[in-house]
Each structure stands twice: as C-alpha cells, then as structure tokens.
C-alpha cells in the first residue's frame, strides 16, 4: 500500500525565507505527483502537476521537484510572504484513480 | 481555469436525517468525479470515484449504502450521507476531472471548496 509523508508537520519562517517542504512516498510506481494548498476550513487549491515522466515543475514562486526512483518529491517556494500560511498537502496518484495524500505540512509565515 | 462548486457549504443536521451535498462543474465536463473526506487533523481520504452514468466505486471500508453518490450528469454528483451520526461530521470535498470545449482533457483534479458536516 501506498504512503506518502510529509516532513515538517509544521514550519513556521519569517517573511521573505525561501523553504522546502518535503514529501516521500512508498511506491515508485505513480503516475503523477500534485501539490495542494487548503486554507484553514477550506477546499484544495492545486498548485502543481508533475507528470511520472517529469523531473519538476515551476509556477511563479513555487517549483516542485520529483524523485520517483528514491520516492521524493520537494516544493520549493522563494521568497515567502504571509499570504502563503497554509497547510501544503501532496498526493500521488497510482494509474486509475487512486490518490494517496500526504498529512500535510502547516506553514506559518511571520510578518 | 476549471471551477468546481459544491452545495452547501455547512450544514448541521440531528442525528438520523440524511444530507445531500451537490458537487458541479462549472466549465468542463466532469467524466469522472471524486469524493473525499478529512476529519479533523488528518489527511483527506478518498471515498468512492464515479464515473457518469455508472455506478461508483467505493473504497474499502466506506459504506455504500450510507454514502450514496449519483453521477448523472457530466456537471453533477452527489453525495447523500443516509441517516448520519455524529460520527458522520467531517468535511467532505469532491474533486472533477475531465474534458473541456474544443477537445482538450485535462488529467489535473480540480477541487471543490468543501463541505463541512456537523451531525447533532
């Protein structure tokens, strides 16, 4: 069975850090990696796709990277501002339509 | 971009009654949707994903005839929790993939805002 982690659970930074956070899953065998962002009470935003085949993607600040020969995936994000807090889930996807999600990382960023 | 809406937002129910909670698409059609449920502190878990104009397929240990879920349409499903239990408040979110106007499809999940239950 698939497993996706998600290292920190938390992370708190001030304002203008650049950060990592980091997810791992199990099973090599994906068919994409998408990263979510949800606001507290709130649905998912997607943030970024990265295809089985693809080594990262990169949306404005954000740039996500995939390792799926040792299972990791990184989000990167530069330059941090407050709008960012968030909880920053992952999810991998197995071929069909199995989603695995990570338990997220809740990110602080400090005026 | 691809919209996703669901209704309601919140709703508190006693215990007993049964909820139904709608999940459109707004600008694509929706040849497969999902539904999901997170309870507090935890990571969203898929329940079941349909297909329009079958019936959905649940995962193992979520209850089919307590989740009931109706993909009639390309732009519709929906999730009716039967008879809820306290035990039954979580938030639930449904999520769409499929095809656009002009031929394009897209393999990206667009999520709905959610839906939040609270059982009485």
């Known amino acids: 069975k698939q497993e996706v982690t998600q290292i920190p659970a938390a992370l708190s930074v001030p304002e203008g850090e650049n950060l990592v956070l980091n997810c791992s899953f199990t099973?090599?065998?994906?068919?994409?990696l998408q990263w979510f962002r949800q606001d507290p009470g709130k649905g998912l935003t997607s943030l970024l796709l990265?295809?089985?085949?693809?080594r990262e993607q990169t949306s404005g600040r954000l740039n996500a990277s995939l390792d799926k020969s040792s299972g990791r995936s990184t989000l990167y994000i530069a330059a941090s501002q407050p709008g960012d807090s968030a909880t920053y889930l992952c999810?991998?996807?197995?071929?069909?339509?199995?989603?695995?999600f990570g338990t997220g990382t809740s990110l602080t960023v400090i005026p | 971009g691809a919209v996703v809406s669901q209704h309601p937002s919140r709703v508190i129910c006693k215990s007993g009654t049964s909820v139904k909670i709608e999940c459109r698409s707004l600008?694509?059609?929706?040849?497969?949707m999902f539904w999901y449920r997170q309870f507090p502190k935890q990571s969203l878990m898929l329940m079941a994903t349909?297909?329009?104009?079958?019936?959905?397929?649940?995962e193992q240990g979520v209850e089919k005839d307590k989740f009931l879920i109706n993909h009639a349409s390309l732009t519709l499903s929906t999730l009716t929790v039967t008879s809820a239990h306290p035990e039954d408040s979580s938030f639930y979110i449904c999520s769409a993939r499929g095809g656009f106007s002009g031929g394009t499809s897209t393999d990206t999940q667009y999520f709905g805002p959610g839906t939040r239950l609270t059982v009485l």
């Open positions: 999810a991998v996807r197995k071929a069909g339509n199995q989603f695995y």
């Open positions: 099973d090599s065998a994906i068919y994409n």
């Open positions: 600008d694509f059609q929706a040849t497969t």
């Open positions: 990265i295809q089985s085949s693809q």
């Open positions: 349909s297909n329009e104009g079958s019936k959905a397929t649940y």
